[in-house]
């Protein structure tokens, strides 16, 4: 035990020798070092500061730093835009897309269209020659002489008049029989070439877009009967005299109906509104019908187009200028303003190259789409039409409440009334089958 002791003791004087010799060398040093006049080292060097990688900072990455911040809104940025632009490119490429009819075998033209529409319209005249132009042969249904020289006048030989009374049923089944033995017989383009066949492409109904505007009760009921004979009864009996004829051939169908007043629900527009709500409802009934036979059936909802071109109106959906001095004091005062402040909006229209592609796309494209929004203001009137609540529609359109009548045009109205009363009698709209 002694031995341990002195063993340990031994051990701790060593150990503080030691840590003496140290301290007296670290003291010596430093006095020597002074004494000598020699600087103390000097400290580490701190260590250097991590620079950028692309340098000092720039827009590009204060756009990166943005978008990393804002990665939501970047990310509907970048899907805005790209769609924007895939759908300029592909509207680009089908408005230059070349566009053409089939021809027979022997370089003849095969495909026929026929138009059913007023012949001094402009936009039947415009689709003829466009059509025609393509490699259609085009028939323009007549019903009396004055248009049939119309027709002929244009100098065209394939835009050629097809005369049917659709108001007598004899007529039109006659008409009808030559017309299917004029498709069914060989044709020769000239003398000793090889005979072809022609084939029915399409019946395109374009019903007068001119209405009789104004409120609804300065319309007269002779106006009524006129606009549900022509433009709706007219329409449908026209399909009917055409729907054997449709079938032998497949050939599609294509009504052009203005969207614009009638998606707004427009007031002062009653007339309109009816008919194309009629021939919609017909329109769609037919389609599902043809459907089960294959045969497509197509509706082009029209915007506003610039036919002055043509020597037409300025715009399909242009708003007549009815006079409002014509109508009762009552009115005038009631529904004047108004009328005036809606009747001077006017836009803008498409170019009527617009509609041609349209329709020849619906006429030979392999499965067309049965609705098709055509012209500026097609698709954005409809949609303001079905989502926007009819108030903030009829204040856009710049509509007041006017409040009551004067008492002078109440009077006025009264007495115009008690005569009406005595002598105003409705027309009846009577059959034409």
Known sequence: MQVNDVADALDRHIDFVADSLKDAAIRVNDAWGHLSGRPAPPPPPPPPPRLPLLGPSTSLQTLQRWISRHRATTAALVAFFGTSALLLYRQKRAYVKKRRAKKASNGARSEVVVIAGPAESPMVKGLAADLERRGFVVYVIVGSPQDEQRVQENGRLDIRPLYMDITEPASTEDAMERFSQLLMNPHHAIVGATPHKLNLAGLIIAPDLDYPTGPAGTIEPGEWADAMNTKVLGTIYTAQAFLQVLTEFRARVIMLTPNVTSSMKSPFHSVESAVVGALEGFTYSLAGELATLDIHVCHLKLGNFDLSSIGGRQHVQRIPGTAVRTWPASAQATYGRNFISYSSDASRGSTPRELYNAVF????????????????????????????????????????????????????????????????????VEGTA
């Open 361 to 428: 796309d619906a006429l030979v494209q392999k499965r067309p789409r049965q609705i098709w929004r055509v012209g500026r203001g097609s698709m954005a009137y409809e949609i303001v039409g079905n989502w926007v609540p009819a108030g903030l529609v009829q204040w856009m359109l710049g509509i007041r409440k006017m409040g009551k009548h004067t008492d002078d045009g109440r009077r006025m109205e009264t007495a115009s009334s008690e005569d009406g009363a005595h002598s105003g009698q409705w027309e009846k």
